[in-house]
């Protein structure tokens, strides 16, 4: 699928909700095909560019992570401030005050009600999407999914299936499963994001910006969800 872009109209400040699996990496890569105004910003990866960088913001959260401490809220949202004033969607002088012209889709970061309301002071998220497909359609999704290493090449039987039953197509190499795409694993991650996205989902309920979209695959979700940012914002 590749979409014909279109533009923005009125700003779009993204989150996509969704259980481990649905799909979310996907959606983001098309909607950034779709609307090239969008930029993904992922808190994890402006962690581990500036831990690599050796930024004064990176040297303190590899502190934080050497000591065996989590990253704290602030210290993600004074990356993503930092990323903010480097595009030009924020000033020093107004650090509270974003851009009119600022469309992104912000990955990694809330995950918790908690976050979400601690974002809320420097960022005015617009549209919240709850991402839903059913639970034993992502497990047999995961089971047929076979990568290859070296490349990360993946396939899905039944979807994108290799022409050599667990062979690379390129290489011919031997295909493996990731450790965490087993039903154990999932069903674990499936529970830990059930606890905390309901008080979230319920969160961006509240300040009226939530939108549900189902489907059972991706190309099901993407028409429907191109539609409403097309309605909302072009």
């Given at each position: ?65 050497q000591s065996g401490n989590l990253v704290p809220d602030s210290m ?51 549209f919240v999407v709850q991402l839903v497909t059913p639970p034993s ?19 899905n039987i039944g979807f994108n299936t290799p022409k050599v039953s ?69």
């Amino acid at each position: 699928m590749i979409p014909t872009t279109r533009q923005l109209k009125k700003a779009a400040r993204i989150i996509l909700v969704g259980a481990p699996g649905v799909g979310k990496g996907t959606q983001t890569e098309r909607l950034l095909t779709r609307f090239p105004e969008l930029a993904s910003i992922s808190s994890g990866d402006l962690l581990r560019e500036n831990v690599r960088n050796k930024t004064p913001l990176g040297l303190k959260a590899e502190a934080t992570m050497q000591s065996g401490n989590l990253v704290p809220d602030s210290m993600i949202l004074d990356l993503i401030s930092s990323e903010f004033k480097s595009k030009g969607w924020m000033t020093a002088s107004s650090p509270s005050s974003i851009s009119s012209s600022a469309s992104f889709i912000l990955d990694g970061f809330p995950r918790t009600a908690t976050q979400a309301s601690t974002l809320d002071s420097l960022i005015p998220v617009n549209f919240v999407v709850q991402l839903v497909t059913p639970p034993s359609v992502i497990l047999s999704r995961i089971a047929s999914r076979w990568i290859h290493e070296p490349s990360g090449r993946v396939y899905n039987i039944g979807f994108n299936t290799p022409k050599v039953s667990g062979k690379d197509d390129i290489t011919g190499e031997p295909l493996t499963q990731r450790e965490d795409d087993s039903v154990e694993t999932w069903t674990q991650r499936l529970r830990k994001f059930e606890e905390t996205s309901k008080a979230l989902l319920e969160h961006y309920q509240r300040k009226g910006c939530l939108w549900r979209v189902e489907g059972d695959t991706s190309d099901e979700i993407s028409p429907k969800l191109f539609a409403e940012i097309e309605r909302k914002f072009c």
